[in-house]
């Protein structure tokens, strides 16, 4: 157990994250406040939910001591609009009096534009917005200081490569009398990761976190068939009785999707990327707060996503890599919570399935769906077999579409914090690591 105290950080930064009821620091904060606290450059190698995010945005509060009218003297990159948001939240907790101007796209500019005019500390956005209003001559760079590229390895799937290198090219260099300080957060180092790190970075310090423990996450195969799977996700939302994720493939069939769960009395929200901001900020609002259940929801919500009271993640369509499949279980079992997750499958995705296990998905085991339906109870199955299932039936227990018997399995309980029952651990597949039971989750 490390406190905050020891690493160096300052009695009233100490005091405002305490009011917040955190104490004791995560490995990643550990390792990496102490160097960056020396104004080193740091590269931070850690999963998703291990609590980077205090980790660069204690020292980005530690050396910004307050308020300045010079300009921004901060900026944090970010690939999406969600997880900007939310560090922009986590950052106005530690120090409410720093200014912050989130910059990102799907809302107008007179907002964030009326933002910059006012001698923001901190700028956090995404790639497209930044520059756009950096062209324009409103967002200024040339005070930046303290840089962050968090999920750097995302920004290179959604093809941010060459805006984020225009981005540093505004921020004058280390050396030379200015004194830029850099953080690159990442989950995975691909090669442009590692080439820009060789280009942007001096001399960096890596911080490497790996899983102390496996987390409390049961995640299993359940054979659906394809016309069958509102009705069958509908049973099991139903039967779990809490907050779910649930994750389509596209956004139509999410939208879709909210809809059908909606009028089968589920209190849903859709978040997917056709929609406005507002309305994206609104669906998490309504999701955090507990005024809807079910959260249906594109890879839009894969990463950046802390919502402490997760305790389901449903895949009803595959997602196209395994990193994504791992990214969007990692919503639940975060930061020592336990969680379950479920991945739909019927015949027609198992082509598709066998190539995902070909790059990298676990070799997640079935699921009976007798004990699932009939009682809440998640029991692997030793030898599964995937029968084509029967156009037009219902999901239900037994009948010949019911799957094989087990041989073996935990038995343990399915059922969300409303439904009752225990849950017990088994086999665990892809999720976020259990480093500590540090919270809230929200600030991590």
């Not at 009028?263 to 999701?287: E, V």
């Amino acid at each position: 157990m490390t406190l905050f105290a020891e690493l160096g950080v300052r009695t009233r930064t100490v005091e405002t994250l305490r009011r917040t009821r955190i104490e004791d620091a995560l490995p990643v904060q550990r390792d990496a406040i102490p160097p960056l606290l020396q104004r080193r450059d740091v590269v931070v190698h850690a999963p998703t939910g291990s609590g980077k995010t205090l980790a660069y945005l204690v020292p980005l509060v530690e050396r910004l001591a307050g308020h300045r009218t010079v300009g921004a003297r901060a900026l944090v990159v970010t690939p999406t609009r969600e997880l900007a948001s939310q560090i922009a939240g986590v950052l106005r907790t530690v120090d409410p009096g720093l200014r912050v101007a989130l910059l990102v796209g799907g809302v107008g500019y007179g907002q964030q534009m009326g933002t910059l005019r006012n001698s923001p500390d901190v700028i956090i956005g995404c790639p497209g917005r930044i520059l756009d209003l950096a062209d324009r001559g409103v967002a200024r760079l040339g005070n930046v200081e303290f840089l962050v590229l968090d999920e750097a390895d995302e920004m290179l799937d959604q093809g941010f490569a060459r805006d984020v290198e225009r981005i540093i090219a505004l921020i004058p260099r280390a050396g030379d009398g200015a004194t830029r300080q850099t953080v690159l957060a990442s989950a995975t180092m691909p090669q442009w990761v590692q080439t820009m790190i060789a280009r942007h970075l001096v001399d960096p310090v890596n911080v490497v976190v790996e899983r102390e423990q496996e987390p409390v996450l049961q995640h299993g195969l359940v054979r659906v068939g394809r016309d069958e799977r509102v009705s069958m996700l509908s049973a099991l939302l139903h039967r779990h009785g809490d907050s779910a994720i649930v994750f389509h493939r596209t956004k139509h069939g999410a939208a879709r999707l909210a809809r059908d769960l909606d009028r089968l009395g589920h209190r849903t929200c859709a978040l997917q990327g056709n929609l406005s901001q507002n309305a994206r900020d609104r669906a998490i609002a309504d999701f955090r707060n507990r005024r809807a259940d079910v959260l249906v929801a594109t890879n839009v919500a894969a990463r950046g996503l802390d919502v402490a009271h997760v305790a389901l993640v449903i895949n009803v369509e595959l997602p196209e890599t395994p990193q994504w499949l791992t990214h969007r279980v990692g919503r639940t079992a975060r930061n020592g919570a336990e969680g379950t997750a479920l991945t739909f499958l019927s015949e027609d995705d198992m082509e598709k399935w066998g190539k995902l296990q070909r790059l990298g998905a676990p070799a997640l085991r079935w699921v009976d769906r007798d004990a699932l339906l009939n009682s809440g109870t998640l029991v692997f199955l030793e030898a599964p077999v995937l029968t084509r299932p029967q156009r037009g039936r219902p999901a239900q227990a037994g009948g010949r579409n019911a799957a094989a018997r087990p041989r073996s399995g935990n038995g343990s309980s399915f059922r969300g914090r409303r439904g009752g029952g225990p849950r017990g651990n088994s086999r665990p597949g892809p999720a976020a690591p259990r480093n500590s039971t540090q919270r809230p989750a929200r600030a991590r």
